[in-house]
């Protein structure tokens, strides 16, 4: 999040003009709809995200991108990192310090957190950019869940060794699901990728079955966990752009905003609340 009182833009409307107009919006149950009713929210949130993050939350020297990505980030990505790492002699063991004064450098604020216990490496080889000017490197992602990731076994795969991937070379990373449990994630998209990565068991809320998961990458992960549910407000979650510092992603304001593009009759289904 920006500065307190700093007015970040989004959709040609401000949070504060969209916070006066209306109550805070809570989550739907979007499986009341057709997987491509998400699919158009899906778009609509991620142009809002980029939108804000462009606006003034992000420094100067990052900028964000909504990319699209069939199965994952391609070798023109991670590759090319992969080698830029080997030339700088496998990246620095220290943290840097922040070079940005509206970076945010406190632990969030998050119902529960873990550090894997060492160094992170994949166990196993097999959405939003945020990038840096500097040769437009990618230095964090956010991930919005889909109904398809989780639609098959080799989806979900691909989703876990995706998520692994970019942590390993050092992406942070947003994973939002607004989705509950399935087979495949019996306790949540965090407990799996954080089985994946350290073996370790996590248990979400019984009554908190959805899942915002922000991934700090440097020589651990650390993962910080906010479990939600149906009909909660959106906490804003920490993007890390580097080491030790991160932007507050307003997520329930541009949930909002891409509510509001979805289809009247879809909104009704949704929220017939929501319809003025």
């Known amino acids: 999040m920006t500065a307190r009182g700093q007015v970040v833009r989004i959709a040609g409307k401000s949070i504060v003009d969209l916070e006066e107009r209306r109550k805070a919006m809570p989550i739907h149950d979007w499986n009341r709809v057709a997987p491509g009713i998400f699919h158009h929210f899906h778009h609509e949130w991620i142009t809002e995200m980029v939108r804000a993050l462009n606006g003034g939350i992000l420094p100067d020297d990052h900028y964000a991108l909504a990319e699209q990505q069939a199965a994952g980030f391609g070798p023109d990505v991670l590759t090319l990192q992969g080698t830029q790492r080997e030339e700088d002699g496998g990246g620095s063991s220290e943290v840097p310090a922040p070079h ?46 889909s109904p398809g990731n989780k639609g098959s076994k080799n989806a979900f795969k691909a989703l876990i060794d995706k998520a692994c991937e ?58 910080y966990i906010e479990p939600a549910a149906v009909g909660d407000v959106l906490t804003d979650m920490p993007l890390y752009v580097e080491p030790g510092a991160y932007v507050l992603v307003p997520l329930e304001a541009t949930y909002a905003a891409a509510f509001a593009a979805v289809p009247r009759r879809w909104r009704n289904e949704l929220d017939p609340a929501a319809i003025g």
């Open 100 to 145: 940005d004064a509206s970076l945010l450098l406190a632990p969030p604020k998050v119902r529960f957190s873990a550090e894997s216990a060492g160094e992170f490496y994949r166990r196993k080889k097999s959405t939003i950019t945020v990038r840096h000017v500097s040769g437009d490197r990618v230095v964090a992602v956010v991930e919005v869940i």
């Open 166 to 223: 970019l942590l390993e070379y050092k992406v942070h990373l947003l994973l939002l699901d607004l989705f509950p449990p399935t087979k495949r994630d019996p306790n949540g998209i965090h407990a799996a990728l954080w089985e994946e990565i350290t073996a370790e068991v996590f248990t979400p809320p019984p009554d908190k079955p959805l899942t915002l998961a922000a991934y700090e990458s440097g020589l651990t992960v650390r993962a």
